[in-house]
């Protein structure tokens, strides 16, 4: 079973924090997103996913003063012009049971309760972008972990300058991506299933 943003927090924090859940909450696990890679099928929970498409879980961290400096329309629209699809948008106040689970490869690292404060510190905006090698092509686009170090015209390269304060987090592959998603959307509340009228002259 995967394991869910609600199964993390706490009753009342999540109640609170975790806003606006349907009433019945259904999980993606591993079998789920097998299943959306089948071709012409559609997996519960999985928003969409086509056998040639993936899915990429972004989540841009905006504190206060990235609010202020409007780099969620900025990441938005970075992606929508590529070419891929926002298959779920939320803000979402992150628990720290959450960002400790999302961060858990770097549990051992010193920096990690740096990192999980900071994310709990202000609104996260949690996304999921669908297209074809959007894994490797987000992280792209993204750039180097280190801003100083991402090529200008990646996010990081453009917008950040401390590795701290990177600006946006992208899945670093296709099992962390369904792990992410199913950890941040598994109740699947802002998820829409759907293409663009578009999508024909974007896509082969
Ligand atoms: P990524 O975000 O490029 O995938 P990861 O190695 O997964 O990089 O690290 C996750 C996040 O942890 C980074 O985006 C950054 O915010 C933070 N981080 C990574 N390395 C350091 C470091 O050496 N010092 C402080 N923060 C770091
Ligand atoms: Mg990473």
Redesign the pocket.
């Known amino acids: 079973m995967g394991i869910m943003a609600r199964d993390l927090a706490s009753g009342d924090d999540a109640g609170r924090r975790g806003s606006t859940r349907r009433g019945s909450t259904r999980e993606l696990d591993a079998r789920d997103a097998g299943r959306g890679r089948g071709a012409g099928t559609r997996g519960r929970g999985d928003a969409g996913l086509t056998e040639s498409a993936e899915r990429f879980f972004v989540s841009s961290r905006c504190r206060p003063d990235g609010v202020q400096r409007g780099v969620v329309g900025e990441i938005i629209s970075r992606f929508e012009n590529k070419g891929m699809v926002l298959k779920a948008l939320k803000t979402y106040a992150c628990p720290k049971a959450v960002a400790e689970e999302h961060?858990r490869?770097?549990s051992s690292?010193p920096?990690f309760g740096?990192?999980v404060d900071?994310i709990c510190s202000g609104p996260v905006v949690a996304m999921i972008w669908e297209g074809p090698g959007a894994v490797k092509s987000a992280r792209l686009m993204?750039g180097?972990?280190n801003p100083l170090e991402s090529a200008p015209g990646t996010i990081r390269g453009d917008l950040a300058v401390e590795?701290?304060?990177?600006v946006i987090?992208?899945s670093?592959s296709v099992e962390s991506a369904e792990r992410e998603i199913a950890l941040w959307f598994g109740d699947e509340v802002g998820c829409v299933d759907w293409q663009p009228t578009i999508t024909p002259w974007v896509r082969e």
């Open positions: 961060y490869d770097l690292k920096f740096d990192l900071y993204i180097a972990t590795v701290g304060r990177n987090h992208g670093d």
